[in-house]
């Protein structure tokens, strides 16, 4: 499968994120704890807001921890909004076009998990894609049009009900072609303001992850933390797995949920798929 993670706060450097923890999306990508796969070093991507109404994306086919221009450019681009994604294939090709996180217009989307047999019920949810949208997707990959889906059912207008009704349409597929578990899914998704996250599966054991706990809070607990001190009030962070020890750090996103994370707070939601309109 795969890992990824979700910032939001003040602007920070994408080492402070990629690199420096002691369990980093860089060390995951050779020794994930919790993840599927040990290894996840099938390309990664990192997608931020900056200077433009769109977000900027870098995608490499490149193993995360052998990537040099990954190392230049974390050392010196500053983000208050980052989504890194690092890829274990599930059989779909290693190419750039492959790699999360998935970018239209100010959206960006990634995902771990898979949809179950992709290859038999493609077609059937390729041809559910929105004809407008459908020239837009480049790759190969289950996750992609996972979120053509999401967006063909309203994703930048209700992102909550669009995932719901996706995966609605994603399991009556898979089981209408004889597949008894159709989906196993944590996925994140932003606007640049809002960042929403799900963690569900058909089978109802999904993949690990976790939200960040009140930086305030921490910084009373753990006054001679240095970075704690680095990080703004609001600073949120949604990962597949902690970035570290720090007893009271992180708290697990429960199963069947929709975590919404905007400024300094988030809301637990409960998620269940939907049946698809239309």
């Not at 063909?152 to 072609?177: K, N, S």
């Not at 089978?203 to 933390?225: A, K, M, W």
Request: with cysteine; net charge negative.
């Amino acid at each position: 499968m795969c890992r990824w993670l979700a910032y939001s706060g003040s602007p920070v450097l994408l080492e402070d994120l990629l690199y420096k923890p002691e369990n980093s999306l860089v060390v995951q990508s050779r020794h994930s704890r919790l993840g599927a796969e040990t290894i996840n070093g099938d390309g990664f991507g990192v997608g931020w807001y900056g200077a433009l109404e769109e977000p900027g994306i870098y995608h490499s086919t490149e193993p995360a921890w052998n990537d040099r221009n990954l190392r230049e450019i974390s050392a010196h681009s500053a983000a208050g909004r980052v989504f890194a994604h690092i890829r274990a294939s599930t059989g779909t090709d290693v190419q750039q076009a492959n790699c999360h996180p998935f970018r239209h217009g100010r959206w960006l989307w990634m995902h771990n998990g898979s949809i179950a047999e992709f290859r038999a019920v493609k077609r059937d949810l390729m041809l559910a894609v929105a004809p407008a949208l459908y020239p837009e997707i480049e790759g190969s990959t289950d996750s992609e049009v996972f979120f053509f889906l999401a967006l063909t059912f309203g994703l930048e207008d209700d992102p909550p009900g669009a995932v719901a009704r996706a995966v609605g349409l994603i399991e009556e597929t898979g089981r209408r072609h004889g597949v008894e578990h159709p989906i196993q899914m944590t996925v994140a998704t932003t606007d640049g303001a809002t960042t929403w996250a799900f963690r569900y599966s058909s089978v109802g054991e999904s993949r690990s992850l976790f939200h960040s706990t009140d930086i305030s809070t921490l910084r009373h607990q753990y006054p001679d933390n240095p970075v704690l001190h680095g990080l703004s009030d609001d600073a949120r962070l949604v990962v597949s797995e902690p970035l570290g020890d720090l007893r009271g750090a992180w708290r697990e996103v429960p199963e069947s949920t929709c975590l919404v994370v905007r400024g300094g707070r988030e809301e637990l939601r409960e998620f269940a798929p939907t049946p698809a309109l239309g």
